[in-house]
T-cell receptor, first 114, second 116 residues
Framework: GENVEQHPSTLSVQEGDSAVIKCTYS??????FPWYKQELGKRPQLIID?????GEKKDQRIAVTLNKTAKHFSLHITETQPEDSAVYFC?????????????FGAGTQVVVTP | SAVISQKPSRDICQRGTSLTIQCQVD?????MFWYRQQPGQSLTLIAT?????????ESGFVIDKFPISRPNLTFSTLTVSNMSPEDSSIYLC?????????????FGPGTRLTVT
């Protein structure tokens, strides 16, 4: 089955700096890669996703890149703000015979200090 | 998108008892799932809740322990049976919404279960 590794486990950044979280996956059939933000005590919230026919996707201060050859994808947050502090999870899904099933990375605790 | 609610939001249960968690989606969805998230950990898929047929369980999870129902396209239940302290966790349902196989997956708020 799919295995997703996520690094780093914790990330401290100064407000205004950029944050990058990297994930690798093992199943070359995976073709959908969402990112979730989870604040303490809250549900995971979908913040951006990318599909295998796209190399990069951007939404305001966040962007995701995908390298299918190397089987890795990354989340980039620019101009970080204190409200970006949360745990971020990457995930991968085949959306074929494992339709919709998400395999999650271990998570990255992001702390943005003013 | 989909708005998902869960009941109860939290519960404290005694060892050996069972708890049923309800998940309601505000629109009809093709796929619903149940995940477990232990404190400070990532999410682990328990099973896919199939409408009109038995749920599909992931490795390490069995129907006798986690029976699931899905009577229609907007509702599902997960029962945690014969609970032990190791079952203390957050249980989340999710739904794949908006676009068939190209849909996005949204989560309910979770049910925090403590087993004493």
């Amino acid at each position: 089955g799919e295995n997703v590794e996520q690094h780093p486990s914790t990330l401290s950044v100064q407000e205004g700096d950029s944050a990058v979280i990297k994930c690798t996956y093992s199943d070359s059939a995976s073709n959908y890669f969402p990112w979730y933000k989870q604040e303490l005590g809250k549900r995971p919230q979908l913040i951006i996703d990318i599909r295998s026919n796209v190399g990069e996707k951007k939404d305001q201060r966040i962007a995701v890149t995908l390298n299918k050859t190397a089987k890795h994808f990354s989340l980039h947050i620019t101009e970080t703000q204190p409200e970006d502090s949360a745990v971020y999870f990457c995930a991968a899904s085949g959306q074929t015979d494992s339709w919709g099933k998400l395999q999650f990375g271990a998570g990255t605790q992001v702390v943005v200090t003013p | 998108s989909a708005v998902i609610s869960q009941k109860p939001s939290r519960d404290i249960c005694q060892r050996g008892t069972s708890l049923t968690i309800q998940c309601q989606v505000d629109s009809q969805v093709t796929m619903m799932f149940w995940y477990r998230q232990q404190p400070g950990q990532s999410l682990t898929l328990i099973a896919t809740a199939n409408q009109g047929s038995e749920a599909t369980y992931e490795s390490g999870f069995v129907i006798d322990k986690f029976p699931i129902s899905r009577p229609n396209l907007t509702f599902s239940t997960l029962t945690v049976s014969n609970m032990s302290p190791e079952d203390s966790s957050i249980y989340l349902c999710s739904a794949l919404a908006g676009g068939g196989i190209y849909g996005e997956q949204y989560f309910g708020p979770g049910t925090r279960l403590t087993v004493t």
